[in-house]
């Protein structure tokens, strides 16, 4: 697999470090998730059945868990002997905490020159907000992402993901990667941080490259695409579809589907500024042509004719959808004393070395006599 033989100390809990450790996991490192007594409070989380929750298993998934006291002089000396066999530190700590438990860097590199310590926090371990509490929602509303979601006429909104987490799981598992292949070109580690609200910044995309321009910001759209029309939602006979044709080539292809090829060359609608100067006509007039059929006719019709569209799924149809299901989206793992348990699948796509699910999440502290003996094993 293509992270076998990285072995990777996972301090991590609730959500963004998880996710990071669980996407190395899926491409086969060693995760050792360090948990204290009481274990990671996303055990209890979610919706639970038969005492497992779903939630923790699906970001825990290829992981051993060993139980820690940090509060306590023999177990920081257990975690000292993992980090001297470690390549890998992730933690989510406030900035100072692991510091304070007593492993800043000169220790943590003492311990392991080669070290890669990844520590993820919500806005960065300088600056005046270093020590504020952090949430995913405090970070998709201080970072700019929440002002450019809803309609312009009501509230900013979040996003119905924790996505500023997950953007910071993916940010850390990249740069995880990026710093393992140096240290092991080199010998050198390295600290390698990432914060919810610096991913949220990265995230403002063509927002901010277009503020950085004008000076102006696009108010908020909804569905529409704040420098392209006709683009969002649009009703059908029995429900809605959504619509992308993001360039004048795609509305071309779009006007001749739906019958109006007049449209190309009406000078209301020829360009896309003047496509978007006149938005709520260009949008009557396409969502009135639409709504005469099905979302199942119009699917079909335009895929066929190249313009990009796509039914509005539910979370239930998205997860049985063919193509999701063709990608293997959705994963069935046999669970020791649960059953069958769903997953969500991989992403990531490797032709030779393909991720894969080698354990499902483990019981709390499951494998602590396992690893204790590991180090045992290797000690001097």
């Known amino acids: 697999m293509p992270l076998s033989g990285v072995k990777v100390l996972d301090l991590t809990r609730v959500l963004s470090g998880p996710f990071c450790t669980a996407l190395l996991g899926d491409m086969g490192a060693d995760i050792i998730k360090v948990e ?84 993820i926090n919500g806005f960065g371990s300088t600056g005046p907000y270093k020590d504020r509490p952090a949430f995913d929602f405090i970070a998709q509303a201080l970072s700019g992402f929440m002002s450019v979601n809803g309609t312009s006429d009501g509230p900013p909104l979040r996003s119905g993901i924790p996505i500023s987490d997950l953007i910071a799981g993916l940010y850390a598992a990249l740069s995880i990667t990026a710093a393992v292949h140096h240290a092991r070109n080199t010998g050198q580690g390295q600290r390698t941080e990432v914060s919810l609200t610096n991913g949220m910044v990265s ?123 063709e990608q293997e989206m959705v994963l069935t793992v046999p669970h020791p004393g649960h059953g069958d348990l769903r997953l969500l699948g991989f992403p990531m796509k490797f032709s030779e070395t393909p991720c894969r699910i080698r354990r499902t999440a483990p019981a709390l502290g499951e494998h602590t006599a396992e690893i204790l003996a590991e180090l045992a094993d290797h000690s001097p």
């Open 203 to 325: 995230m403002l995309s063509y927002i901010a490259t277009n503020y950085f321009a004008s000076g102006t910001v696009p108010p908020r759209s909804g569905n529409d695409h704040p420098i392209a029309a006709p683009y969002g939602l649009f009703p059908t006979r029995d429900g809605q579809i959504a619509l992308a044709p993001a360039d004048n080539a795609f509305f071309g292809r779009l006007a001749d589907a739906i019958g109006l090829p007049d449209l190309k060359t009406d000078p209301l609608y020829a360009t896309n500024p003047t496509r978007v100067a006149n938005r709520e006509r260009i949008n009557a007039i396409v969502g009135g042509r639409l709504a005469t059929e099905t979302t199942a006719h119009w699917v079909e019709t335009l895929n066929k004719a190249g313009v990009p569209c796509g039914p509005v799924n539910g979370v239930a149809e998205a997860l049985s959808d063919p193509q999701i299901t």
């Open 36 to 119: 204290a007594p009481e274990g990671d409070s996303v055990r209890t989380q979610g919706a639970v059945k038969e005492g497992l929750s779903g939630y923790f298993a699906q970001f825990n998934r290829n992981k051993r868990s060993i139980v820690l006291d940090l509060r306590k002089p023999e177990a920081k000396e257990t975690l000292a002997s993992l980090i001297t066999r470690s390549d890998v530190l992730v933690e989510n700590f406030r900035p100072g905490v692991l510091a304070r438990l007593g492993f800043d860097d000169t220790r943590l590199f003492a311990l392991k020159p080669s070290l890669v310590v990844c520590s």
